[in-house]
């Protein structure tokens, strides 16, 4: 099983360290960083506009297979992934924010799949039935809206609870209360109460997918003769369910997981942004705006090395729960 996981792992590092280039690639050749500097007044000349961009390494003027060996050099030879157009480094700004999204995507990803595992698999035992429908109901009206729409309106629904209690019970902007003065215990409980809201926005758009795909997985192994088997045997069917057709069912899972990932990195950059959240999905949006060449690298970079983990991580559960991956 080790073979395997680090087979895996070696692939997952290709594919990251591919993606990570084919992103600087691409956004050498669609982002101009020239174009904010243009319409100043007084306008910077030329030269010193292509100077600055020399600067960054991210000229125009300069052939991208070039730009590209420079940028590779830079990361191999110093472990720099360059300069943002605020001139700080890409790597300080990721390590400033990465935590941010860290505590924001790991908190809500696990959420949701752990209840939209639960909640496919109650659908599926109980197909059509009326908690069925409403599960299903559910899920696709949640799939159907926009993370931003969903965002707002928790947002409105916390403001009118908070109306309602005549008091500030959820606070929904920012990380934590500027200026706020007690001991950590005080601290933590704000830092929570400013989670709540995004934790909620993620939980909901991947509980809803999760839950869909559980749930087919789930009726794929209730008529299967391995079951039947079980219950043959006398274990209740409740039992023969759970110890076999839930594990069974669990192994597709545990691919899928790896691969809607980036879904829910999508998610969070705007649900970063509704809720002025200064993470990694912000510094994304941010970098294809003023067109910021390297910090679009190292966003994409930070996504594709939480990819790689998370395909990881479903590949050991793979193997757990199949143990034919062992022979």
Request: glycine share 8%; no cysteine.
């Amino acid at each position: 099983m080790i073979g395997f996981i680090a087979k895996r792992f070696i692939n997952y590092a290709i594919l990251s360290a591919i993606a990570t280039l084919s992103a600087y690639v691409l956004a050498s050749i669609i982002l101009n960083p020239a174009s904010r500097y243009l319409g100043r007044n007084p306008a910077p000349s030329t030269e010193t506009i292509n100077s600055i961009l020399d600067g960054f390494g991210t000229n125009p003027n300069t052939p991208v297979i070039e730009r590209l060996w420079a940028w590779i050099v830079n990361l191999v030879a110093h472990g720099s992934l360059g300069n943002t157009i605020h001139n700080t480094s890409v790597i300080s700004e990721m390590t400033a924010r990465a935590g941010t999204s860290l505590r924001l995507l790991i908190l809500g990803t696990i959420i949701a799949a752990v209840i939209g595992v639960v909640l496919g698999v109650w659908g599926a035992v109980r197909q059509y039935k009326t908690s069925d429908q409403v599960i299903s109901y559910a899920s696709f009206t949640v799939l159907a809206m926009p993370s931003f729409v969903i965002g707002i309106l928790l947002m409105i629904t916390a403001t009118t609870l908070n109306n309602v209690l005549g008091i500030q019970l959820i606070n929904f902007t920012g990380e934590y209360t500027a200026g706020l003065e007690g001991g950590w215990w005080v601290h933590f409980w704000d830092r929570a109460a400013h989670l709540l809201l995004p934790t909620i926005s993620l939980t909901l758009m991947g509980a809803a997918g999760y839950s869909r795909y559980q749930r087919s997985a789930m009726l794929d192994v209730l008529s299967a003769d391995y079951i039947r088997t079980a219950r043959s045997k006398g274990r209740t069917r409740g039992s023969a369910l759970l110890r076999h057709g839930v594990r069974v069912a669990l192994i597709p899972m545990s691919t899928y997981f790896a691969y809607s990932f980036a879904t829910v990195l999508a998610g969070a950059a705007v649900t970063e942004l509704v809720f002025s959240w200064h993470g990694m999905g912000e510094m994304l949006m941010q970098a294809i705006q003023q067109s910021d060449i390297n910090a679009f690298t190292g966003a994409i970079l930070f996504n594709a090395i939480l990819i790689l983990i998370a395909g990881t991580l479903a590949d050991i559960v793979y193997a757990a729960l199949d143990p034919r991956v062992r022979v």
